[in-house]
């Protein structure tokens, strides 16, 4: 199964720290990867994909083949950006497409 | 341009009992992804509808079923609800199913008792 994994339930980080996200996919061809994100008591929404290597927000995502991974990076973390973080992959299905989440990363940025 | 609406926003039902949900797209959308959240985990794939055909499904049982509307709406049905569908219901709308720019919706809270 494509799996994609989000190791740490929780981070915790002070304002004005660096953050890293950590996401890490099951090795299967050429992953189509996106991070996105759920403020309280807003909408999931789409924060970035890989494909494009924007910066959305002063966050990257760089895509490391070689371990799997689509950490997502800020230098300096902000108040605004304490929320929930999944990690997807879209997985190409015979008859359409899919998102397969990870279980996600709560971000909390304390001042 | 509208947003990608559910309803309701809320919903207690009782075990065996059968529950419809609906999924208004975003405009110009014609694709429609369903996802299970339960509390705690990432959203997990049901079904997509593509012009009004199931077009790939998730590791769900027959009891959840969908239909996609001409307008592109879009139900979700439940029948024989058991405890452990509690969860959040998402919809979320893309163009042709290849769009990768899911608009998802704010979802239905389901709680089975």
């Known amino acids: 199964a494509q799996r994609v994994t989000q190791p740490e339930k929780l981070l915790s980080v002070f304002k004005g720290a660096p953050v890293e996200l950590k996401c890490n996919y099951s090795?299967?061809?050429?992953?189509?990867l996106f991070w996105y994100v759920q403020y309280s008591r807003q909408r999931l929404q789409l924060l970035l994909r890989h494909i494009s290597r924007e910066s959305i927000k002063g966050f990257t995502a760089d895509l490391n083949k070689g371990e799997t991974s689509f950490h997502l990076k800020k230098p300096f973390a902000q108040e605004e950006d304490s929320a929930m973080y999944y990690c997807a992959r879209l997985i190409l299905t015979g008859g359409g497409n899919k998102l397969t989440f990870g279980t996600g990363t709560q971000l909390k940025v304390e001042l | 341009e509208t947003g990608v609406t559910q309803s309701p926003t809320h919903l207690i039902k009782t075990r065996g009992q059968q529950v419809t949900l609906r999924c208004s797209s975003q405009s110009g959308h014609n694709t429609v992804s369903w996802y299970q959240q339960a509390l705690g985990q990432g959203p997990q794939f049901i079904f997509q509808y593509y012009r009004e055909e199931e077009n790939g499904r998730g590791n769900f049982p027959p009891r959840f079923s969908g239909l996609q509307f001409p307008n592109y709406s879009s139900e979700l049905n439940v029948n024989a609800l058991e405890l452990d569908d509690s969860a959040l219901y998402l919809c979320?709308?893309?163009?042709?199913?290849?769009?990768?720019?899911?608009?998802f919706g704010s979802g239905t809270r389901l709680t089975v008792v």
């Open positions: 090795y299967s061809g050429s992953p189509e």
């Open positions: 979320a709308s893309s163009w042709d199913g290849t769009d990768y720019g899911y608009t």
